[in-house]
């Protein structure tokens, strides 16, 4: 999953969400639009070269491509490991307004279990916490923390990689120093609670934001300032990690790049890669609905983004013979 050069595509959109990205582009959203979109993703030529594995929710797990493979088979047929976004969403934290907690921990051996069956070889939990001036509390943080290594210890129970991803989201006007300050706090409460359910690190793939100020922030911070604060954040982490496999979190697709690659030049003891959505899918979704649903223009799209972000994360000595 975090190997030299390859990245993880996040196409795990929730139906809801895929349905208002396709209605946006004037795509109605059915399953079946929703299963082509995916089917021309996976289908992409030579995109194995930059990506290691593919999230998908359980509505595209349960599809199959035009030829009738289901989506887990024709993922592995083509190089790539497949595995399922497990949450089922955040939704209000009683008690703290303004705050989320993820869920979806009831019945969840049982689907991880049927996942496994099916070929899913990972597993992906989100947790979303948000900044504002007395925000994120510390119930909130350890609330999801809390449901973050419960999934995580179940994955490891179910035979499956958990790649475990507390986001903190870029909505607000906050600095880089307060985003890398909350971004350690949340950190720390993972890590210890991953600890306290016993879970295997060098089996967790950790997936989070990068260091960056809020959207609304008038001062965008240079590739360099970014690469610097999040690995500085990251040197908290134990050593025994399998990998740090970053999200985009709304980022546009070329800063996202660019940070992956200023990221990329600090030595940390773990691999780092990306495990973007937005910022590796949003360019192919619009050239396949303005071409018309074609498949190779979605397809070119992708595959410039994949081998821009697996150029970012190459190894150097593997760059000189590339
Ligand atoms: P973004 O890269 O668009 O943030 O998506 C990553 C992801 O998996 C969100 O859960």
């Known amino acids: ?92 934290l009683a008690g703290r307004p303004g705050e989320t907690i993820t869920e979806g921990l009831d019945g969840l051996s049982a689907r991880l279990a049927g996942y496994a069956a099916q070929g899913a070889a990972f597993a992906k939990w989100r947790a979303v916490l948000r900044i504002t001036d007395d925000l994120p509390s510390t119930t909130a943080i350890r609330a999801n923390a809390h449901a973050l290594a419960r999934y995580a210890a179940a994955c490891q129970e179910a035979g499956l990689v958990p790649i475990v991803e507390p986001e903190v989201l870029m909505d607000g006007d906050h600095t880089l ?76 697709p070329a800063r996202a790049t660019a940070n992956l690659a200023a990221i990329q030049l600090h030595h940390t003891p773990w691999p780092l890669t990306f495990s973007f959505g937005r910022a590796l899918v949003d360019p192919a979704l619009t050239a396949w609905a303005a071409s018309g649903r074609s498949t190779v223009a979605g397809q070119e799209a992708l595959a410039d983004r994949v081998a821009a972000n697996s150029a970012a994360v190459r190894p150097r000595e593997l760059q000189a013979t590339a």
């Open 177 to 252: 120093r307060r985003c890398a300050e909350v971004t350690a706090r949340v950190h720390a409460a993972v890590m210890a609670e991953l600890a306290a359910f016993g879970v295997d690190m060098a089996g967790v793939v950790l997936k989070p934001n990068m260091v960056v100020e809020g959207a609304d922030h008038p001062h965008r911070a240079t590739p360099e300032e970014v690469a610097e604060a999040t690995v500085d954040v990251l040197r908290a982490l134990p050593g025994d990690l399998a990998g740090v496999a970053f999200l985009s979190g709304g980022q546009d």
């Open 1 to 92: 999953m975090v190997s030299p050069g390859r990245g993880i595509l996040a196409a795990d959109e929730s139906i809801k969400t895929m349905s208002s990205r396709l209605e946006k582009v004037g795509i109605a959203p059915t399953a079946d639009a929703r299963r082509a979109y995916r089917e021309m993703l996976v289908t992409t030529p030579g995109i194995a070269e930059g990506i290691s594995g593919i999230i998908f929710c359980d509505e595209t797990l349960n599809q199959q491509l035009s030829d009738g493979r289901p989506f887990a088979q024709a993922t592995r047929e083509a190089g790539m490991l497949p595995g399922v976004k497990v949450d089922t969403g955040a939704k209000p």
